[in-house]
């Protein structure tokens, strides 16, 4: 038993208890990250649940997925749960292993989809999670080692606890009043992008500013809308329909902007096909 004292011997040497920091760092805020987008999600945003019609030769990877994972809302939820869960268990000292090894493969499939259809800068975001997943699976090398050996060989590891010493710890108080601010302002952002989801449809705010600015006899059908921006701050969107008279059809485009999630879409511009206001 004397003969493997490291096994579970936790004093640790002031680079040792920096690394071990760093990776809680690097845990809280995977964890924060998808149970953000497990939230999303569950809660029944980024995805299209509406009506749509897919034309390759004019509909972007992006929408291609949203609107195949938005055709049955049960599974685009349930594909919340494959985010949601293991992020959970990320948060958990003792269950922290199981949920890095279960975010990994997640991510290691979106990070293939993202850039499989071309996604935006977004994709860099899900490689560098990935990236920072199988960090911390390579910090647990021995314990995901432990899972190929019989039992035998694991109880004869087992070192009994008189001889253990109390953990020093992981991160200073400086350290973890900076960790607790930037965590703090991550889950603003976080829930910012969740409401942001949920409530992301700029139709209604631009289709109400284009009835002023048509005729009495005239009525307004959508042709297309498309939105884009980052970590739900400072999106744009334009939406496109076509005017219908008794006697002519036009197509104008309404552009907005929302700020925040905190803040409504304000229509910033009306034109005509012809670039016309």
Do not use: C
């Amino acid at each position: 038993m004397t003969g493997h004292p490291h096994v579970l011997d936790s004093s640790a040497t002031p680079v040792a208890t920096r690394w071990v920091g760093a990776l809680t760092v690097v845990r809280v805020l995977l964890a924060i990250t998808f149970v953000t987008y497990g939230l999303v999600k569950v809660l029944g945003g980024q995805y299209n649940y509406g009506d749509w019609v897919i034309d390759k030769k004019t509909v972007d990877g992006t929408s291609l997925v949203w609107a195949f994972y938005g055709y049955s809302p049960l599974y685009g939820r349930f594909t919340g749960l494959f985010e949601l869960v293991p992020a959970v268990m990320l948060l958990v000292p003792r269950t922290a292993t199981i949920g890095a090894g279960a975010l990994f493969a997640v991510a290691l499939n979106i990070t293939a989809m993202d850039f499989a259809f071309h996604y935006p800068a977004v994709k860099y975001f899900s490689l560098a999670y990935t990236i920072l997943l199988g960090i911390l699976i390579w910090a647990d090398r021995r314990k995901w080692a432990l899972l190929l050996l019989d039992r035998s060989r694991v109880e004869a590891l087992r070192i009994p606890a008189a001889v253990t010493k109390a953990p020093s710890p992981a991160l200073s108080p400086v350290a973890r009043r900076v960790l607790l601010a930037a965590a703090g302002l991550f889950v603003f952002i976080a829930l910012n992008v969740v409401v942001l989801s949920l409530d992301n449809d700029p139709q209604d705010a631009t289709r109400r500013a284009l009835v002023t600015r048509i005729g009495p006899n005239e009525r307004i059908e959508l042709l297309r809308s498309r939105q884009s921006g980052l970590v739900g701050v400072d999106w744009v969107a334009a939406v496109d329909f076509a005017v219908i008279g008794p006697h002519s059809v036009d197509t104008m485009t309404v552009r907005a902007r929302r700020v925040t999630a905190l803040r409504p879409w304000r229509v910033t511009e009306i034109s005509r096909r012809d670039g016309s206001r």
